[in-house]
């Protein structure tokens, strides 16, 4: 199977399962959040944001696809377990939230970074700096993503990932490879990468699903990705009034889409420069 179908076999799946309109609620909820807890003048900074965002991402994937003290049935009735799976989120998140099957989705970590799978394949999450996501470093990633970017496309035709690089960097990737066929066994599934980064002085805000590929010496670090943020489907999972902030085309193209603004007083925060880098984000998530 070619990259070109893996990426449309697998994102035509999960649209039609309502496995991406999931995912979409729960980072625009997770984002949406950051956005309006966020305070310099409270003392947050980068560090806070990248622990922020991907504990609310994490805990929105998990209620959204019914996952660990989200599991729908455990409630001795169904009002206590909507009491548990809205508390704290806005009307809108509420509004919004996909109805989807709790069985649709499970959880499915990986060496310690939260994951979650569906009809066998499982995603990661991974943080960004913002307008980055295209050249992702995995080699300075944790060995688990280097193991998961390491693993062979599935287009025969795909180069060499030795191609063209210096004899030092072959010996670097060769002593990886070496490591990661010693590992094959916890790589019990097909596993894609949730990469997603987020701008708060401008309500910027990314998100791709693809095949990471281990882009030694720099590079484009995918096989295939999909910005879950191009396009809005059928369905009104999408937040009234936003609209999807560019992260570059997906593979076959679609333009940047303008971006909302955010009020002023995020623009005083300006000085702190980008707070996209992810100095602060937990291990399981790098």
């Known amino acids: 199977m070619s990259s070109v179908s893996e990426q449309h076999d697998f994102i035509t799946g999960l649209e039609a399962a309502g496995v991406l309109a999931g995912i979409r609620w729960a980072f625009l909820s997770a984002t949406d959040r950051v956005l309006d807890d966020y305070s310099e003048a409270a003392g ?3 560090t ?8 609310l991402f994490r ?12 599991a729908l049935g455990q409630a001795t009735d169904g009002t206590a377990g909507l009491d548990i799976l809205r508390a704290e989120l806005s009307e809108r998140d509420i509004a919004t939230m996909p109805r989807l099957d709790p069985d649709l ?8 970074s939260p994951g979650w799978a569906w009809q066998g394949r499982r995603w990661l999450l991974a943080s960004a700096p913002f307008g980055k996501i295209d050249t992702l470093p995995w080699p300075e990633r944790s060995l688990t993503k280097q193991w998961i970017a390491e693993r062979r496309s599935p ?21 990886l490879a070496a490591l990661v066929a010693g590992k094959q066994q916890q790589l019990d599934r097909e596993t894609l990468v949730a990469a997603h980064s987020q701008d708060v002085d401008h309500a910027g805000r990314e998100l791709v699903l693809g095949r990471a590929r281990l882009n ?29 902030t560019p992260t570059g085309p997906s593979v076959g ?16 925060s300006r000085a702190a420069g980008s707070r996209a880098a992810e100095s602060g984000v937990p291990a399981g998530e790098r």
């Open 59 to 70: 805990d929105r994937l998990d209620r959204v696809f019914s996952c660990h003290r989200y």
């Open 105 to 112: 989705v499970e959880r499915s970590d990986l060496n310690g």
């Open 155 to 175: 287009d025969p035709d795909q180069p060499s990932l030795f191609d063209g690089l210096a004899d030092g960097e072959v010996d670097g990737l060769a002593a």
């Open 216 to 244: 030694a010496g720099g590079g484009k670090a995918w096989h295939w990705r999909e910005d879950l943020l191009a396009s809005s489907p059928a369905g009104g999972e999408r937040h009234p009034g936003d609209s999807p």
């Open 253 to 268: 193209g679609a333009p940047d889409a303008p971006v909302r603004l955010r009020h002023s007083a995020v623009e005083k």
């Open 44 to 46: 947050h900074d980068a």
């Open 48 to 55: 806070w944001l990248g622990i922020t965002r991907f504990t």
